[in-house]
């Protein structure tokens, strides 16, 4: 009899988790277990598992993000997770669930659902949150209510063991074997950056702007795209950067694309990706797809592109928070055509050893069997 997973998601996206939690799902389907899955709200996963036949519930189980922390946003949580907790326990039982699978650290419910109804709960944590309140809150009920606990990078341990006491398991996210046809672009004397990345302060939209205006400065013909849509909640963030943008005068510099599952397209029209999170980013998938796309890639040096790009031979790094020198360096590597294929070729290498498909699928398969 094959064992039954319930697995819970913070989003209901194509994103980084989002693809990851696909795999996942794709690899222990394969492997005779029998997977149900909770989601938050409906959106673009909801085709794939309806295409795979898996049983997929929509529920506010009250997602525990750093917003919330007000007195008003508690009390919303608080009475979505308590609610949603009678209908987690009563699915578990119908369902005959063995094991709770939470790909987050931001759910609450299945956890406590867990506990109550006597099954493991595995928390697959891709969060670096940049609060150590929030931190210690979140690490307590992890703490308390999960069998076993898998980090994606060694930035995320790092963060995460001040704050829980259960042990953490370190598996990398595999990258798929996928042909990827590079087409190349269409010689031009502008460099365009690619940023592909949701609408959220930590990603270093701001930053990049900064760094654009230092760019136009040094008269580089240059074009900053940003793909990627605004978080709910977060609107107007994006107001603040079109404002930002308006008043540097660097609105035929820097364009907004919004979502779009298709990167291919844009990775084959750009000359580099442009990563500027200025805050731990655990592991950023778009460094894995630019890599397969052999997009060079420039990126922040914190969190887990640092070991993406093994500390800088696989890209440039540049610094989180000085977006003149940032540019100073990025200035100089950008007309380094040696320097960039190496640094192209040695990245290509280095994620098909440390970051394969096979080493995580046989490292995911032994989590769940033991």
Same mark, same amino acid.
């Given at each position: 009899?094959?064992?039954?997973?319930?697995?819970?998601?913070?989003?209901?996206?194509?994103?980084?988790?989002?693809?990851?939690?696909?795999?996942?799902?794709?690899?222990?389907?394969?492997?005779?277990?029998?997977?149900?899955?909770?989601?938050?709200?409906?959106?673009?996963?909801?085709? #794939?598992?309806?295409?795979?036949?898996?049983?997929?519930?929509?529920?506010?189980?009250?997602?525990?993000?750093?917003?919330?922390?007000?007195?008003?946003?508690?009390?919303?949580?608080?009475?979505?997770?308590?609610?949603?907790?009678?209908?987690?326990?009563?699915?578990?039982?119908?369902?005959?669930?063995?094991?709770?699978?939470?790909?987050?650290?931001?759910?609450?419910?299945?956890? /406590?659902?867990?506990?109550?109804?006597? !099954?493991?709960?595995?928390?697959?944590?891709?969060?670096?949150?940049?609060?150590?309140?929030?931190?210690?809150?979140?690490?307590?009920?992890?703490?308390?209510?999960?069998?076993?606990?898998?980090? !994606?990078?060694?930035? !995320?341990?790092?963060?995460?063991?001040?704050?829980?006491?259960?042990?953490?398991?370190?598996?990398?996210?595999?990258?798929?074997?996928?042909?990827?046809?590079?087409?190349?672009?269409?010689?031009?004397?502008?460099?365009?950056?690619?940023?592909?990345?949701?609408?959220?302060?930590?990603?270093?939209?701001?930053? /990049?702007?900064?760094?654009?205006?230092?760019?136009?400065?040094?008269?580089?013909?240059?074009?900053?795209?940003?793909?990627?849509?605004?978080?709910?909640?977060?609107?107007?963030?994006?107001?603040?950067?079109?404002?930002?943008?308006?008043?540097?005068?660097?609105?035929?510099?820097?364009?907004?694309?919004?979502?779009?599952?298709?990167?291919?397209?844009?990775?084959?029209?750009?000359?580099?990706?442009?990563?500027?999170?200025?805050?731990?980013?655990?592991?950023?998938?778009?460094?894995?797809?630019?890599?397969?796309?052999?997009?060079?890639?420039?990126?922040?040096?914190?969190?887990?592109?640092?070991?993406?790009?093994?500390?800088?031979?696989?890209?440039?790094?540049?610094?989180?928070?000085?977006?003149?020198?940032?540019?100073?360096?990025?200035?100089?590597?950008?007309?380094?055509?040696?320097?960039?294929?190496?640094?192209?070729?040695?990245?290509?290498?280095? /994620?098909?050893?440390?970051?394969?498909?096979?080493? #995580?699928?046989?490292?995911?398969?032994?989590? #769940?069997?033991?």
């Amino acid at each position: 009899m094959s064992k039954r997973i319930l697995i819970f998601h913070s989003s209901n996206d194509l994103y980084g988790a989002s693809k990851i939690l696909i795999q996942v799902i794709d690899l222990l389907n394969k492997n005779g277990y029998e997977t149900h899955v909770f989601l938050p709200y409906k959106g673009p996963l909801d085709h #794939f598992f309806d295409e795979k036949q898996i049983k997929t519930t929509h529920l506010n189980f009250g997602v525990f993000r750093r917003k919330y922390f007000s007195l008003l946003g508690l009390l919303d949580r608080f009475f979505k997770i308590f609610f949603s907790i009678f209908k987690i326990v009563r699915y578990v039982k119908q369902n005959n669930i063995d094991v709770i699978y939470t790909n987050t650290s931001i759910i609450l419910a299945s956890g /406590i659902s867990a506990f109550l109804c006597k !099954v493991p709960n595995y928390v697959h944590i891709h969060e670096i949150p940049n609060s150590n309140f929030y931190s210690k809150v979140i690490g307590l009920f992890i703490s308390r209510f999960s069998s076993k606990i898998i980090v !994606v990078s060694k930035s !995320v341990k790092s963060h995460w063991s001040k704050y829980i006491s259960t042990p953490l398991t370190l598996i990398y996210n595999g990258i798929p074997k996928t042909k990827i046809q590079r087409i190349v672009k269409s010689p031009s004397k502008k460099i365009k950056f690619l940023t592909i990345a949701r609408l959220l302060p930590y990603k270093g939209h701001k930053y /990049i702007i900064e760094i654009a205006n230092y760019i136009k400065k040094k008269n580089i013909d240059s074009e900053f795209i940003f793909l990627g849509d605004t978080f709910k909640g977060y609107e107007s963030y994006e107001h603040e950067l079109k404002l930002k943008i308006k008043d540097l005068g660097l609105d035929k510099k820097i364009s907004f694309k919004g979502f779009d599952s298709n990167i291919s397209k844009y990775m084959n029209q750009s000359d580099f990706l442009l990563h500027g999170a200025i805050n731990p980013d655990p592991l950023p998938t778009v460094i894995f797809e630019a890599i397969q796309h052999e997009l060079p890639v420039i990126s922040t040096c914190i969190g887990g592109p640092v070991e993406i790009l093994d500390h800088g031979n696989g890209g440039l790094l540049i610094p989180f928070d000085d977006a003149f020198m940032a540019s100073e360096e990025i200035a100089k590597y950008i007309f380094n055509k040696k320097l960039v294929d190496m640094k192209k070729q040695y990245s290509t290498n280095y /994620i098909k050893k440390q970051f394969s498909e096979e080493k #995580f699928n046989k490292k995911i398969l032994k989590f #769940f069997n033991e």
